[in-house]
Structures are given as C-alpha cells and as structure tokens.
T-cell receptor, first 115, second 114 residues
Framework: EAGVAQSPRYKIIEKRQSVAFWCNPISGHATLYWYQQILGQGPKLLIQFQNNGVVDDSQLPKDRFSAERLKGVDSTLKIQPAKLEDSAVYLCASSRDDTGANVLTFGAGSRLTVL | AQSVTQLGSHVSVSEGALVLLRCNYS??????LFWYVHYPNQVLQLLLK??????LVKGINGFEAEFKKSETSFHLTKPSAHMSDAAEYFCAVRLSGGYQKVTFGIGTKLQVIP
C-alpha cells in the first residue's frame, strides 16, 4: 500500500511569516495525527483527528497553529505567524483507528526552519 | 495521563555486543506499549508492540522487548548488535479505550562501533 504522503519536505521562512503543510494518509485510515518533533526530542502530538473530527488538540498552540481535515481524508497544518521555536520536523501519521494497539504509519515529515 | 521515560539519550555498543535500550512507563491502567525506530533516510516505523497477549514480544530485525508490570518497564534488547541497527529508537505508550493518543519518549540514539 502507498505510504503517508507529506509536502513540502523542507521549508525555510522568516519569523512572523506563515506556512502550511499537507498530509495525505493511507487510504481507509480513519485516524490522522500531526506530531511536532524538535531536534533532540521525541514526537509531541499536536492534534489528532478521527475522520474529520478533532479528538485531541490539547497541545496545539491555538493562537498560531490551526489544522483541518476536510472530508476525513487529507489534512493541512498551518502556522501563522511563525516563531523561532517552531523550527522542527512536522510528522503526519495515520492509523486504522485510535483504539488498542493500532500501529501508526508515519510520513517522511516536513522540516521547518524559522529564521 | 500516560508517559514514558527513556534512560540514556545516546547509547554506544560494539558490533556483536548486547543491545539494551531502557523504557519505563507511567500509566494508571494497563497500557499498550510500542517501540518505533527511525533508521537514517527512512520514515519512523514500528519495531514491535505489546498488547497483553504475551509479556515477551518479538519484533523485526531480531529485536525483542519484555513487559514487566512490577517494574513498569518495557526494555528493548537484541543479543548481537549489527552495524545496520544504528538508528534512533522511541518508546511509546497508549492507554486502552477509544480516542486515546500515543505518547512518545525522548528517543535513544544507538551507535554501533565496528
């Protein structure tokens, strides 16, 4: 099966600019996750969708970050305005659902550098 | 809330030596536990998972992990390290029930010395 697709792979912006990342999950996967991985740290969950509804966005900085998953398929994550501390790899993952031991399948990530 | 603690952000072993990567979890209920691996130039992928069916879990590439409830641990081992095992390893936890998130540890970078 095709993997999780993410774009762009790399993005360099200046602080206060905006950026958007796109993710297309594995076909049929109901749950979609956006993780932020800062250098030297583990992935931190930003937002989790079940179909097109949000089930967890407790760690999403809502004053600058937003995400949507239209029609329960692909998703976009937006940052506006960006701060220096937003420099990280943004990982998208999907799973069949969000119960039990369902495995997350990750994309290659989008590396953001904020100058 | 659930969490995992990985002891040692960097581990170095000689080729052929035992690999031991430590993970302790904190959870109010029996959790599901995972080890994910990030090989260079590949995506983060599942190495193995604990689902309560058996306490000793075998994964890909000769790795295994043992769930020890009394020690709240899920350490990852491999009897003999290979150069290709050089990667970053993440322990992760998810509680049972619906709408549960997966929480990752800080990661351990494994270096294999020839």
């Amino acid at each position: 099966e095709a993997g999780v697709a993410q774009s762009p792979r790399y993005k360099i912006i200046e602080k206060r600019q905006s950026v958007a990342f796109w993710c297309n999950p594995i076909s049929g996967h109901a749950t979609l996750y956006w993780y932020q991985q800062i250098l030297g740290q583990g992935p931190k969950l930003l937002i989790q969708f079940q179909n097109n509804g949000v089930v967890d966005d407790s760690q999403l900085p809502k004053d600058r970050f937003s995400a949507e998953r239209l029609k329960g398929v692909d998703s976009t994550l937006k940052i506006q305005p960006a701060k220096l501390e937003d420099s990280a790899v943004y990982l998208c993952a999907s799973s069949r659902d969000d119960t039990g031991a369902n495995v997350l399948t990750f994309g290659a990530g989008s590396r953001l550098t904020v100058l | 809330a659930q969490s995992v603690t990985q002891l040692g952000s960097h581990v170095s072993v000689s080729e052929g030596a035992l690999v031991l990567l430590r993970c302790n979890y904190s959870s109010s209920v029996p959790p599901y536990l995972f080890w994910y691996v990030h090989y260079p130039n590949q995506v983060l992928q599942l190495l193995l998972k604990y689902t309560s069916a058996a306490t000793l879990v075998k994964g890909i590439n000769g790795f295994e992990a043992e769930f020890k409830k009394s020690e709240t641990s899920f350490h990852l081992t491999k009897p003999s390290a290979h150069m290709s095992d050089a990667a970053e390893y993440f322990c992760a936890v998810r509680l049972s029930g619906g709408y549960q998130k997966v929480t990752f540890g800080i990661g351990t970078k494994l270096q294999v010395i020839p």
